[in-house]
């Protein structure tokens, strides 16, 4: 008996006119038919990330008329974003993916219900977000949010329709399901930092995340109807390169920390910690070539402390009549001439438009004897994206 | 037999997808996998030579950890083994700030 994640109740909502002529094919498969589509309607479904995985998801979940989605992203949209991240335009870039996701979706479905939360998914918040939905989909893109949907699932008792993408390969499952496996008992551990490389870094097939997403959306459509044979104990791989699609057995690991028999985790953790990125392994994470990578927050948040930062931007004249930041301007190439203008005995923080240059740089006055340099990373772009939007992107 | 290899390890096999191996057993067959790969056996094997928790290895269609003698099952010619490591894809870098500000410097320094 395939389970089905909106328990029977007498008070599912009545089908209007409006919905009968939208959803007709539906209604008349018989998987589906009135009972079928009023489920969809009274579903709740959480899609957490509107990016790669969640465009898709969330434009499939709107059309098939599931009645309310929540979106968790606090992300903008970005022009790389585009090759694969469907639910934005061109002309939303720098626009909050909530916001662009919410009007495409109610473009598509008006009575859609969408919520949004405007955040990053938390131990502290998660339980309270999850809680309210019936079934969460997701599609994020790094471990600890991936343990911590995991756990927050488990402990909710809401499954979890699971997709994940690299390069050309793809993961799908349904865990945390009623007696099926959950993802801890698939990965009881996350790999270390730095080990596995990111979309970011790795790269990705656009198509791949339209692909395993709209999976993710069969998958949590059959939850809700209790239809057909769910993803539970089983993993999907996918491998586009070769269109080739494999299935693996998943068992649920009675020794699982938090679906066993004698679960050890009854509460959500901290999972930045969990997964090795505590801030030493994360200082060391970002040493590249030996120079300190600190983040556009680091910096922030010295410059608000009164700490003594030497900010050095290194890009061109011109690029800082566009924007910046505060720092010194020396070009480039003119650094080697002009040390004297850079303090030695105090810290010195370079920067250019996407920390590149500056890596160069931050390098260069290392070898002249500049004890303390590090380089911002992401440079004025990162600022501009996670700090202060009314720095302009070039 | 076939080893199948995931997208994350193939920089360490020339970039190929699947590897053939003669061994009498699962262990064995990563024994040979790894014998002159050291990079790849760092990545699959920890210090005392136990396959890492966040790699998983299937015979066929199940998980080793759950076969009756584990990595001492034995392997035909005919069966494969497939190795699936995490991966934490899904959309744009964003919510661990500093790993995603690294990433796009790195992106930036290859262009």
């Given at each position: 008996m395939p389970m089905r994640a909106i328990k029977e109740s007498a008070t599912l909502p009545e089908l209007t006119p409006d919905d009968l002529s939208r959803y007709s094919r539906h209604l008349i498969l018989p998987e589906v038919g009135m009972e079928g589509q009023r489920r969809l309607k009274a579903a709740k479904v959480l899609c957490v990330g509107t990016g790669g995985l969640g465009s898709p998801l969330a434009f499939y979940l709107a059309a098939a008329g599931i009645g309310t989605l929540g979106l968790v992203d606090f992300d903008v949209v970005d022009a790389s974003n585009l090759q694969r991240q469907i639910i934005h335009s061109t002309k939303d870039i720098?626009?909050?993916?909530?916001?662009?996701?919410?009007?495409?979706?109610?473009?598509?479905?008006?009575?859609?219900?969408?919520?949004?939360?405007?955040?990053?998914?938390?131990s502290a918040n998660a339980l309270e977000i999850l809680k309210d939905y019936d079934v969460v989909a997701d599609g994020t893109d790094n471990f600890p949010t991936r343990y911590l949907v995991n756990d927050a699932c488990v402990l909710l008792g809401k499954p979890n329709a699971y997709g994940s993408i690299f390069r050309f390969e793809g993961q799908c499952s349904v865990f945390a399901a009623e007696d099926g496996p959950c993802y801890r008992c698939?990965?009881?551990e996350p790999p270390p930092p730095g080990l596995v490389p990111s979309c970011a870094e790795g790269g990705v097939l656009g198509i791949l995340p339209g692909l395993v997403g709209v999976m993710q959306a069969t998958e949590v459509i059959k939850l809700i109807l209790g239809k057909g044979e769910p993803l539970i104990g089983r993993l999907l791989l996918i491998d586009a390169l070769n269109m080739r699609f494999r299935e693996l057995k998943l068992r649920k690991n009675p020794e699982c920390p938090v679906c066993g028999t004698n679960p050890t985790v009854t509460q959500l953790i901290d999972y930045q910690q969990f997964c090795g990125i505590t801030a030493a392994a994360q200082q060391e994470a970002n040493l590249k070539n030996g120079i300190p990578q600190i983040s556009v927050q680091e910096l922030k948040r010295r410059i608000d402390a009164g700490e003594d930062v030497q900010l050095i931007d290194v890009r061109e004249p011109w690029e800082a009549q566009i924007a910046q930041i505060g720092g010194k301007l020396i070009p480039q190439n003119d650094v080697p001439n002009r040390l004297a203008e850079i303090d030695r005995d105090r810290e010195v923080v370079v920067h250019c438009k996407g920390g590149g240059r500056s890596q160069r740089i931050a390098e260069f006055l290392r070898q002249q004897g500049y004890e303390r340099v590090a380089n911002l990373a992401g440079g004025i772009g990162a600022w501009s994206n996670d700090i202060d939007p009314t720095v302009p992107k070039y | 037999m076939t080893i199948i290899i995931p997208t994350p390890l193939r920089q360490y096999v020339g970039g190929q997808s699947k590897i053939e191996v003669a061994a009498p057993t699962v262990k064995g067959a990563l024994d040979a996998l790894t014998l002159e790969r050291p990079e790849l056996r760092k990545h699959l094997f920890n210090a005392e030579g136990k396959v890492r928790a966040f790699v998983n290895v299937y015979l066929n269609d199940e998980d080793v950890r759950y076969l009756p003698q584990k990595e001492d099952s034995a392997v035909m010619e005919n069966d494969t083994l497939t190795i699936i490591p995490s991966i934490a894809g899904g959309l744009q870098l964003s919510a661990l700030s500093l790993q995603s500000s690294a990433g796009t410097a790195d992106l930036e320094l290859r262009a």
């Open positions: 720098g626009r909050k993916k909530l916001d662009s996701a919410e009007e495409k979706l109610k473009a598509l479905n008006p009575a859609l219900n969408v919520v949004k939360h405007e955040t990053m998914l938390t698939l990965y009881p | -």
